[in-house]
């Protein structure tokens, strides 16, 4: 039997695994566990029941996880430590949606499978090139500095695989380019807008596979509009809503990660509903819609501009590789991608921090 790698994709409700084979990276067999905090105790407890359904553990010799959050120090992927372990829980406030649920799964492996090496790869990673006038807020140099303050990134891991996917075959040429060099006929100079659209949403422009901007900065909720974040807000409406409500910085946390976007609008969560409604006259429902797209459009427009020029536009993520509807939508009246090549791409993130760790 061959070596494993097995890749863990921790949530706060559920975990997510993925097992391949070390040398040619194939899918062995894979398994989605929720309920977490309910039905099933906690990440330990999910992952003992994937390790019962994956059975030959023996031949498990590394384990992947995912981190949404690697600050400024975690820039590629890592063998997992007790001392980096501790330094990763520093950034537990900045994803805390997030990263403390990754951390328990690492804690889990390093419980249920202490002969094997343990690595992260990170979500902020992708971006670890951004250029300071992308990554930099306009705000006092100062509160930079000693907080850390940046636009970071999300959603690397999905970006990097729908950019690098070998099903995407872009044929570069001047015309699809708009006044594009045909000298430039080759993978390392295209052009990509890459969009995840998913629960969480985010839209990454790459020039030969680097990302040179995207929509979420210091912490996920910037950008898009989401299924429950607000995405892109005047802070004014923060601080008049702090003044006039009496709300606290939690609340204020809980109603833009929890209460707002798409749900905010309509009262709905699941993107298939928001369309069967809007179908049926749902008025609310179909502002959410309109908002939705419309947004996606702009972030697409912008980045048009910023790259000079695109080859390919990618949608991923179970909305945007899922739904075709959305996609028509959010393409109409764009005249620069009559000649661009739309893809839709299923992501996965588990074989992405696969191929990382191999290249280690």
């Not at 400024?72 to 501790?86: A, G, P, Q, R, V």
């Not at 537990?92 to 649920?101: C, D, G, Q």
């Not at 250029?131 to 907080?147: G, L, R, S, T």
Request: glycine fraction near 8%; include cysteine.
């Amino acid at each position: 039997m061959k070596d494993k790698i097995l890749v863990i994709n921790s949530g706060s409700t559920s975990l997510k695994y993925k097992l391949f084979n070390i040398d040619d990276l194939k899918e062995e067999k894979s398994g989605y566990i929720q309920n977490i905090g309910e039905k099933i105790k906690d990440h330990k407890e999910a992952l003992e029941l994937a390790l019962k359904e994956i059975n030959s553990l023996e031949r498990i010799k590394v384990v992947g996880h995912r981190v949404v959050h690697g600050g400024e120090k975690f820039i590629e992927t890592t063998k997992i430590t007790i001392d980096n372990l501790k330094e990763l829980e520093r950034y537990n406030e900045l994803a805390p949606l997030h990263n403390p649920a990754n951390l328990m799964g690492i804690k889990a492996a390093l419980n249920l499978l202490p002969n094997t090496s343990n690595y992260a790869s990170f979500d902020t990673a992708f971006y670890k090139d951004l250029e300071e006038k992308v990554y930099k807020y306009a705000i006092p140099d100062k509160y930079c500095q000693n907080n850390k303050i940046r636009r970071y990134g999300f959603h690397g891991l999905s970006h990097q695989y729908v950019v690098e996917s070998q099903k995407l075959k872009i044929q570069v040429s001047s015309a699809g380019r708009r006044g594009g060099d045909k000298s430039q006929n080759n993978k390392s100079k295209c052009k990509i807008i890459s969009c995840h659209l998913g629960g969480g949403c985010s839209i990454t422009a790459s020039i030969g596979g680097k990302a040179i901007d995207t929509s979420m900065g210091f912490t996920p909720m910037e950008g898009l509009m989401m299924i429950s974040r607000s995405g892109d807000i005047d802070p004014g409406v923060i601080t008049y809503l702090q003044k006039k409500e009496g709300l606290n910085v939690d609340e204020i946390n809980k109603i833009l990660n929890f209460e707002s976007g798409v749900y905010g609008v309509c009262g709905e969560k699941d993107w298939l509903t928001v369309l069967k409604k809007m179908k049926q006259g749902n008025k609310e429902c179909k502002l959410a819609f309109d908002m939705f797209c419309l947004r996606v459009k702009k972030y697409i427009g912008a980045y048009y501009a910023e790259l000079g020029g695109l080859d390919a536009l990618i949608f991923t993520g179970s909305i945007g590789s899922g739904d075709k509807k959305t996609r028509e939508t959010i393409c109409e009246k764009l005249p620069f991608l009559e000649r661009v090549k739309i893809e839709a791409i299923e992501t996965n993130e588990e074989l992405q921090i696969a191929k990382e760790i191999t290249n280690i």
